[in-house]
């Protein structure tokens, strides 16, 4: 089992910074890959930005890439997803996300948004114009 939990959401004006964390417990094989999800009111989940903790490999959703930046500590228990020049449209709940797949099996797979099997409770994320 793992457990996700974020933190760091708010408030904020366009233009400004904010950094979402994601304290992760339980099987570390469960969790090779993790994930950063965000879903605004009427809108689908999509992904975000995620990184494989045995290769530090990293992929970014096109409308974040260049603003966002995800990252782990060196333990490999926290995640970070630091966020700059934030936008209203980047509204949304922000989710935290796991899974056992690595980087060669999402890629022969091209699984690369699917299949997360764990998931934190969210943060809430908000900029306004």
């Known amino acids: 089992q793992v457990q996700l939990v974020e933190s760091g959401g708010g408030s904020v004006q366009a233009g400004g910074s904010l950094r979402l964390s994601c304290a992760a417990s339980?099987?570390?094989?469960?969790?090779?890959?993790m994930g950063w999800f965000r879903q605004a009111p009427g809108k689908e989940r999509e992904g975000v930005a995620s990184?494989?903790?045995?290769?530090?490999?990293?992929l970014y959703a096109a409308s974040v890439k260049g603003r966002f930046t995800i990252s782990q500590d060196n333990a490999k228990t926290t995640v970070y997803l630091q966020m700059n020049s934030l936008k209203p449209e980047d509204t949304a709940m922000y989710y935290c996300?796991?899974?056992?797949?690595?980087?060669?099996?999402?890629?022969?797979?091209?699984?690369?948004?699917?299949?997360?099997?764990?998931w934190g409770q969210g943060t809430q994320v908000t900029v306004s114009s």
């Open positions: 990184i494989y903790t045995s290769t530090n490999s990293t």
């Open positions: 339980g099987d570390t094989t469960s969790r090779k890959c």
């Open positions: 996300a796991a899974k056992p797949r690595d980087y060669y099996s999402d890629y022969t797979r091209g699984s690369w948004w699917t299949d997360f099997a764990y």
